[in-house]
C-alpha cells in the first residue's frame, strides 16, 4: 500500500493532518486491519522470539510467556506499535471512506483501484513486485 502512496501521488496519515479542512473532505481515505488475535500473536511472535533481548522477562516458547505477554499488554496498552489497538491509528481521520481486511487484499485493491480511476487496476501482485528490494 505504501508503493500506492508513492506512485499515485498519494497521502500518508501524517501529511494529511497539515491538509485544510476543505481539501481533507475530497481525499478518499481507507485502511486495511488485520485479525486482531492473529496480530496480537504475531506482535508476540516478532517482539519476543525474534527480539530476544526486548522481551528477557518472558519465557518465550511457553503458555505462560505469552500469558505474560498478553497481561502486560492489558496493563500498558499501546507500548509498543505491534500490540496498539488498530483503531489508534485511524484517529485524526474527519472520516475513512473504506476499512478492509488484510485478508481480502485483492478485492478491496480492485475497488481502490477503480474508485481512484486507476488503469489498470492496482493488484497485489504490482505492489510485491514494486516493494521488492524496500525495507
Not at 496493563?75 to 496498539?84: A, L
Not at 478491496?108 to 528490494?133: C, H, Q, W
Amino acid at each position: 500500500v505504501r508503493v500506492l502512496l508513492w506512485n499515485y501521488g498519494g497521502k500518508d496519515a501524517e501529511t494529511y493532518d497539515k491538509l485544510p479542512l476543505h481539501k481533507k473532505l475530497t481525499y478518499f481515505t481507507f485502511a486495511f486491519v488485520r485479525d486482531p488475535v492473529s496480530r496480537f500473536i504475531s506482535a508476540y511472535d516478532e517482539i519476543c522470539l525474534k527480539l530476544h533481548d526486548s522481551c528477557s522477562f518472558y519465557d518465550r516458547i511457553s503458555s505462560k510467556g505469552l500469558k505474560a505477554f498478553l497481561n502486560y499488554t492489558i496493563q500498558n496498552p499501546c507500548w509498543d506499535e505491534h500490540v496498539c489497538e488498530q483503531m489508534s491509528f485511524l484517529q485524526g481521520f474527519l472520516r475513512i471512506d473504506m476499512i478492509a481486511d488484510i485478508s481480502n487484499l485483492s478485492t478491496a485493491l480492485t475497488y481502490i483501484s477503480s474508485r481512484l480511476g486507476f488503469e489498470p487496476p492496482v493488484s497485489p501482485d504490482m505492489i510485491e513486485k514494486k516493494n521488492e528490494g524496500f525495507s
